[in-house]
């Protein structure tokens, strides 16, 4: 696509639920990234892959995070039995390659998560 | 570990005034630094970057110099506009790394004034 899409724009959910997040990323980018960003919290590393598989999981805050890359394309982030504390506004990154070098990230609008 | 410490906003500006937003960072490579921007309703996008030592990042009449003798990389901009008015995010990676991911700073909030 034209740009890295992410569904849904806002979620508002009730404590305990799960919850999808959705990336569709630019074609033909291998790199993939999930960040997390909180008010005054700045942006929080969650989750790298490459292709399908995930190298770098060391961000994801607790066991009830999880996501996936199928096709070496679309992403799912899950949450489960979300709590107030995740409340936050949670942005997918696209790269060519391992964007973190030369190369740039390009972001989605994000999905705003919010935990009643 | 790798980390990213900027200026802590928000910082409010009269149009055609100049701009400065600190930046330091910590890293046990070598990293690339960057200056992300967030526009009201928009995604992050990069505004600039620089992979070495002394290399100057520039677009939309920003600058930064990577200063490692400091482990700096402010952000400057000699007169802002009202169309500057956005969040922006320090970041680097660690070029000695292959998983190619960015430290964030927390952001600082600029807004310009007409």
């Known amino acids: 696509g034209a740009g890295v899409s992410q569904s849904p724009s806002n979620k508002v959910t009730e404590k305990g639920k799960d919850v999808e997040l959705r990336c569709d990323p630019i074609?033909?980018?291998?790199?993939l990234y999930w960040y997390r960003q909180s008010l005054g919290q700045g942006l929080e590393f969650l989750i790298y892959f490459q292709g399908n598989s995930a190298p770098d999981k060391s961000g994801l805050p607790s066991d009830r995070f999880s996501a996936e890359r199928t096709g070496g394309s679309v992403s799912t982030l899950t949450i489960q039995r979300t709590q107030q504390e995740d409340s936050a506004v949670y942005l997918c990154a696209s790269s060519q390659g391992p964007g973190g070098h030369d190369g740039e990230l390009f972001f989605g609008e994000g999905s705003r998560l919010t935990v009643l | 570990g790798d980390s990213v410490t900027q200026m802590e906003g928000p910082v409010t500006l009269s149009e055609e005034a100049f701009l400065t937003i600190n930046c330091t960072y910590t890293?046990?490579?070598?990293?690339?630094l960057f200056w992300y921007v967030q526009y009201p309703g928009e995604g992050l996008q990069l505004l600039l970057k620089?992979?070495?030592?002394?290399d100057k990042g520039s677009n939309k009449g920003f600058e930064a110099t990577y200063r490692k003798e400091t482990t700096s990389f402010h952000l400057e901009k000699g007169s802002v506009q009202v169309s500057d008015s956005a969040v922006y995010f320090c970041a680097l990676s660690d070029r000695g790394s292959t998983l190619g991911r960015l430290y964030f700073g927390r952001g600082t909030q600029l807004t310009v004034w007409p």
């Open positions: 890293a046990t490579g070598y990293p690339s």
């Open positions: 074609s033909g980018h291998t790199a």
């Open positions: 620089a992979t070495k030592a002394d």
